[in-house]
Structures are given as C-alpha cells and as structure tokens.
Nanobody, 123 residues
C-alpha cells in the first residue's frame, strides 16, 4: 500500500524559502513518477513539479527558476525546495506518485497522494 507523508509546510514572508519533504512507503522511489501538486479552495488542482523514474523533471511555468524538486532514493524521500516565495504560492501542497508511463509524469497526473501540508506566504 502506497503511503506518502508530507512535512515542512508553514508560514513565510514574501521572498522567503521553505523545503517540503515527502516520506514514501509501499513503493520504490526510483520506479515511480513522484511529484507535487497544490490546491487552494475554489481553484483547480495545479501540478507543481514532477520527477520521473528515469530522472526527467517537469516544472509548472509558474514555479520555474524558483522551485527545485529532488529525491533521495536511499531514503525513499522526495523534496521540494521553494525559494523566492510569492503570495500566489499559498496553497495546500500534496506529495504524489504514479506508477504509469506514457507521459503521465510530464502531465503531472497521479493516482496516489498524501494528506497535504499547508504553505502560507504573507505579503
């Protein structure tokens, strides 16, 4: 059973940084697409970043140059380093995983996700 547990959210001022972590179990990180999406009330889910089993990384245009996704396969842990945060980055952030191929990772489509961690950026 796949389980994803996020941590590292919190409140930060504009321009600040946060690092999200995701402990994954029930899967091998190097055999899955792993990623992050975010959601705010009343808005559609937005894919933030993904890293595929072959190392291909995809970012949403809104976070390119500011966010960095990485993984530690030995620890089965996924990270999202978020720098230069903006108020529009405020959202619930979810760690996610998908075992499929065929472009799903690039499209940030996932079948598993965690409980989420809240990020609030104040201006």
């Amino acid at each position: 059973q796949v389980q994803l547990v996020e941590s590292g959210g919190g409140s930060v001022e504009v321009g600040g940084s946060l690092r999200l972590s995701c402990a994954a179990s029930g899967l091998k990180a190097n055999n899955y697409c792993l990623g992050w999406f975010r959601q705010t009330p009343g808005k559609e889910r937005e894919g933030v970043a993904s890293i595929d089993y072959d190392g291909e990384i995809t970012y949403a245009d809104s976070v390119k140059g500011r966010f960095t996704i990485s993984q530690d396969n030995a620890k089965n842990t996924l990270y999202l380093q978020m720098n230069n945060l903006k108020p529009e980055d405020t959202a619930e952030y979810y760690c996610a995983a998908d075992p499929s191929r065929a472009g799903r990772c690039r499209a940030m489509l996932f079948v598993h996700w965690g409980q989420g961690t809240q990020v609030f950026v104040s201006s």
